[in-house]
Structures are given as structure tokens and as C-alpha cells.
């Protein structure tokens, strides 16, 4: 029997990583490789990195660092950089760390297994290229072993829209979608493997635009469509959105399609229109609270988060005070909120920067705001009855959790056999970070 070969992931940075990462799992498995959860047991390492802040990047030369220590005892591991800092960095990962054997970029990780053999002759190897073949097409089909009962799914990647702050465009290329018959036949199969809920990825998943068998476009309303009709499958999640993808279709699916789960991750980046269009975003304000407005007709209990930047260049107090109007006007359940972070090769890191002192108290108050929003959301629940798809087992014995449609992680003591199921439960407390409820019976 060929020897096993035992491969560590990291994954840094967004959900499209974590998918990224178990499809490298999966094309590593072809050269004999299973994977292993501390980087000590390994034989090859691999960090799928972020490239979105300055923060997410240097944490990867750290860790570099660290990991080049195990070379010490175990000459013949291998260490390999994948993802957004490869592709944006490339061969200087090399040159800063040069315990470094592989570098590969968010498209071209289907070569990894030609990559790998290179490296083991004791050379280094490069892949950053925006192949012409599909890495999808590409990569190994997926393997039919049980999993839990939630998944992502990668419908759609890269950004043609340029926010004057992002990496994005430069590290994930430009938008492209995957064949919608593709994603159906994947579903299906993740489906078989147990899964109940998907969530479909894209830096820009409503921009989504694949490919039909009947030569037209499909929507990402279409698609959700198609994904609706899957016997077994029983919640439909996206994300990330952008406010000028929010098709009617799309809004309406929200109010018609009863697997679409009411809860819609919507960045705005900012309340100010003097800010908004020096980041590019080519929305103003108002334009984002109609759509929201628009949503919340379609479906009045949806949930709503977002992300924000402060401190972009040229932030003033108004500006600022302008961006805590936007959230005080939408209410949010939850958001992710930044301080701006230079990124080279962007418009915005040429301009005069915000000082970082204020950048940072305005970072407290927007972070206070949101809290408060996300607490009241939470709270509300107190007394009603949602339903949990439980996903493991609580840390107190006889305790299993889940997540409600409103994606609020929710504790309840619940039967084993209710692990991947759905299940009705009413909400008796609100803790820090989560919910507690009573298993409604059926
Ligand atoms: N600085 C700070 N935050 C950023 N984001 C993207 N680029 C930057 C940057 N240069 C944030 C945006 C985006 C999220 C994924 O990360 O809010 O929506
Ligand atoms: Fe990081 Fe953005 Fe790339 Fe995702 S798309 S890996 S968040 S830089």
C-alpha cells in the first residue's frame, strides 16, 4: 500500500478559504496525503491566507517563523503558502521566508498535486497564474464520505468592482461563475453526504451569473430556485452581497422560497455619501436603506449584518456621525466593523490617512453601537420559537446546538438523534453569545 502522507491545513481570513481549503484537502488526498490536525504530526503544511488587512497578512510571516522551527527535526517537511497573500505576494514569501517550499494563489491550487511532486525533488515551486481552465474542472470530484450537516459552497469568485480599499480584485481576479448545473450536481451530492444546510460563497454571490444548460444566465434567484427542488436539503444561505446585486428576484425569493433562510449578510462600509463615493461603491446611502427597506417588505423578520470601515481616508467627525445614522436607520442583529487598513496596489492607499487615535475611538463607538443592536436582536427572541438545525453536541451532557434561521447559535437539551435534523425550540434565555430554548415536541 502506498504510504499515507499527513497534510496540515491553516486557514485564515473568509468562509471561501475554509471551502478552498477542504478542495486542497481533497486534491492533496490523490497523492496519498490525509489530513491532520496539529502542524507537529505533518509532513506537509500549507497556510491558506487573507491578504484583506495588513493584520491578516503579517499574522502568516509569524506563523512562518514559528513553523520553520519544525524543519529543524523533520528536515524533508514541506512548507507551502496558498491564498489571497500568495497571489499577492508571490515569490517575495520566498525570499522573506525561505523555509517556504510551495507557493500557490486562490485559482490555481488544482495543480497542487504536480506542485507537490516538484517540491519533493527539493525545488521550490510558484503558482500564481489566472489560469484559463476552471480549477473546479479541474479538481478531483469530491468524495463520497458522510459529513455534518452544514456546507459551503462556492457559487461565485472575484470582484469587477474596485472599492478603492480592497486587495480583492487583484488577489481573486475578476468575476466568474460557475456553471449553475455544476453547483446543482455538487449540492446534491453534499446532500447525500448528510448535509441539510448550504451556504453559497462569492466575494460577489448576487453578481452571480452562471451559466445554464439552455445557454442562458441564471440569477442567483434562479439558482436558489433550483436548489429548492433538492429532496433532503432544507436551508439555502449566501454571502457576501453587494447592495446593487439586490435583484427583485433576489428580494422576492426572500419573501417566496421557504429555504431561504431570513438572514442577509449586506455590507454598506460606510453611512457617508461624500465617503461612500471616494470608496467607489457607486451607492449612496439612501440607495442602500430603499434596498433594505425593499427587503425587510419581502421578509419583515429578516435579519440583517453587515461590514463597515472606519477611518477610510478622509473620515470626518460628520462622515463618521453619518455612518452610526446608517445603523441607528437599519438596526442591524449583527456586523463586522474595521478600522481601514492600507493595502498596497489600492486607489485609497495613496490618500492622506485618518490619524489612527481617532480612528480607533471611532472603531469603540460604531463596535458599542452594534452591540447594543446585536443584544436587542438576540433578546427579542426570548419567548418565541425558532427552528434549530443542531450541528453537535453541547459541552453539558445531554445539550446539542445549532443554529436558528436567524443563524443565533442556540443550546437546548435534545435526543442524539436530533444531530443534523431540524427541530422546533422555544427560546427561554439570552446568554453573551448565544440562545437557550426547550425542545417544542412535535
Ligand atoms: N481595510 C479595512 N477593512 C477592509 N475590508 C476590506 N478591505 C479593507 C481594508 N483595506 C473589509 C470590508 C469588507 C470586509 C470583508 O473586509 O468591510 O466588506
Ligand atoms: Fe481574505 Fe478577502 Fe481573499 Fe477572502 S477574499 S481570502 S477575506 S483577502
Known sequence: MADTKKLFIKTYGCQMNVYDSERMAEAMGSKGYTEVSSPEEADMILLNTCHIREKAAEKVYSELGRLKTLKTDKPDLKIGVAGCVAQAEGEEIMRRQPAVDLVVGPQSYHRLPEMEEKIQTGRKALDTDFPEEDKFDHLKSRPKAKRGPTAFLTVQEGCDKFCAFCVVPYTRGAEVSRPASRIVTEARDLVE??????????????????????????????????????????????????????????IEAHGTCDKLMPYLHLPVQSGSNRILKAMNRKHTAEEYLKVIERIRAARPDIMLSGDFIVGFPGETDQDFEDTMSLIRATNYGSAFSFKYSTRPGTPAAEKPQVDDGVASER???????????????????????????????????????????????THAFAPDHLLGEVAEVLITASETNSLTGELVSS
Request: glycine fraction near 10%; charged fraction near 30%.
Open 363 to 409: 472603531l469603540q463607538r460604531l463596535q458599542t453601537l452594534i452591540s447594543e443592536q446585536q443584544r436587542a436582536g438576540q433578546d427579542s427572541m426570548v419567548g418565541r420559537k425558532v427552528k434549530v438545525l443542531f450541528e453537535k453536541r453541547g459541552r453539558r451532557e445531554g445539550q446539542l446546538i445549532g443554529k436558528s434561521e436567524y443563524l443565533h447559535a
Open 193 to 250: 453526504r448528510g448535509v441539510r444546510e448550504i451556504t453559497l460563497l462569492g466575494q460577489n454571490v448576487n453578481a452571480y451569473h452562471g451559466a445554464a444548460d439552455d445557454g442562458f444566465d441564471t440569477s442567483l434567484a434562479q439558482l436558489i430556485w433550483q436548489l429548492d427542488k433538492i429532496d433532503g436539503l432544507e436551508r439555502i444561505r449566501f454571502t457576501t452581497s453587494h447592495p446593487n446585486d439586490m435583484t427583485d428576484d433576489l
